[in-house]
């Protein structure tokens, strides 16, 4: 099992994204209104097995509010994340003496990060990121990641529900 050393390690070195951002449609019949970037990772120049990055977006749903995370996948595990999501809760089931262990997180934005357990443990961030670029720019700082694009916006979906 990975070692939270293990990801302190990852997380402390300089990273670059490999591919420019550019959010597509996920390919997912059950949610059709996900927009999803996935990118290699490389450190010192070199692509990094079973690393990736993930940024996803989903826009408005009736009275569902956007909701929008971005995070970094160590051999397939989520290690280190920050979620926006104006209406949902769930509560840490992981993260043995951590301070919010076993408690309910609330709605807004909240950072993910490893535990000796695996994956799961949350604290709420302030400010709380409404705005999905800064969200982008606060979760590049913190994992010390590069995006040489930047953030690109999602593809206007009025200009998309125009083309179907």
């Given at each position: ?61 009736g009275s569902a ?41 609330g709605l807004g ?56």
């Amino acid at each position: 099992m990975t070692t939270r050393a293990e990801i302190e390690t990852f997380m402390a070195a300089q990273k670059s994204a490999v591919a420019p951002m550019n959010l597509r449609e996920k390919l997912m019949k059950k949610d059709s209104q996900w927009w999803e970037y996935v990118s290699a990772v490389e450190i010192d120049g070199v692509v990094i097995e079973d690393v990736q990055l993930i940024v996803q977006w989903r826009l408005s749903v009736g009275s569902a509010g956007d909701k929008y995370n971005c995070g970094l996948l160590y051999r397939s595990d989520r290690v280190y994340a920050v979620d926006f999501d104006p209406d949902g809760q769930h509560t840490n089931k992981v993260g043995k003496g951590r301070p919010l262990y076993r408690k309910r997180i609330g709605l807004g934005t909240h950072e993910h990060t490893w535990s000796e357990d695996g994956y799961g443990y949350a604290e709420p961030i302030s400010p709380d990121f409404s705005d999905f670029s800064a969200l982008f720019d606060y979760f590049c700082q913190k994992a010390n990641l590069n995006v040489r694009s930047g953030f690109k916006s999602p593809p206007s979906t009025q200009l998309n529900l125009l083309l179907k």
